[in-house]
């Protein structure tokens, strides 16, 4: 997983969260990252787990995500 400061880490689960990435702690965008959760605006460090998702912000990448939805 690599994510670049202003992607979306996006966490499945009964509800899905959202967290814009502040910061990139590891090496070439590997995690740990810090992210601020949409909704309450927490700020957290995260390893995100194996069904977690990076969603690139437009512009830093040409991926496209499908089958994410909230």
């Known amino acids: 997983m ?10 499945p689960g009964p509800e899905i969260r959202k967290g ?4 990139v702690l590891g090496q070439g ?4 990252y810090v992210i601020k959760w949409q909704g ?6 995260v390893t995100p787990g194996e069904y977690s998702r990076i969603v690139p912000a437009p512009g830093n990448g040409d991926v496209t ?3 994410l939805v909230g």
């Open 29 to 32: 965008g590997a995690p740990p």
């Open 65 to 67: 995500v499908i089958g």
């Open 2 to 11: 690599q994510a670049n400061v202003g992607d979306w880490l996006v966490v």
């Open 20 to 23: 814009l990435v502040i910061r």
């Open 40 to 45: 309450d605006g927490h700020i957290a460090m």
